[in-house]
């Protein structure tokens, strides 16, 4: 097997060679970008078993929500209209799920 490259020809060997180059480049990044986040995460102080941001359990579409809390998506539209803490990402409507589960415990202890 031979390849023409530019002036000369590459044999086998060769070829075999530049791959092991590259995979060794690619391993030497991948270690000083594993480096460069252990980094971020020891300035901003972050510990393996505190999330970063939100997970995905947090904030919740009205239809996630709603099979969640085992009931029909139209119920879940209705609490949010009688006040059910929520906002918009985007222009579409998310539920803080620790909100939205204190809003309705709150509501039925009072009896509502």
Do not use: C, Q
């Not at 480049?25 to 460069?36: C, Q, T, V």
């Not at 996630?64 to 579409?92: C, Q, T």
């Not at 803080?96 to 309705?104: F, Q």
């Amino acid at each position: 097997m031979a390849l023409r490259m530019g002036d000369g020809r590459m044999t086998r060997s060769k070829i075999l060679d530049s791959r092991s180059t590259r995979s060794e480049a690619i391993r030497e990044a991948a270690a000083h970008l594993h480096a460069a986040i252990d980094a971020l995460a020891k300035a901003l102080d972050v510990t393996s078993d505190k999330p970063i941001g939100v997970t995905p359990r947090e904030v919740m579409k009205p239809s996630d929500y709603a099979e969640y809390m085992r009931v029909n998506v139209r119920k879940v539209h209705s609490w949010i209209k009688k006040g059910m803490p929520h906002f918009l990402l985007e222009g579409r409507v998310r539920i803080r799920v620790k909100d939205a589960d204190a809003w309705l415990e709150e509501r039925a202890g009072a009896g509502g």
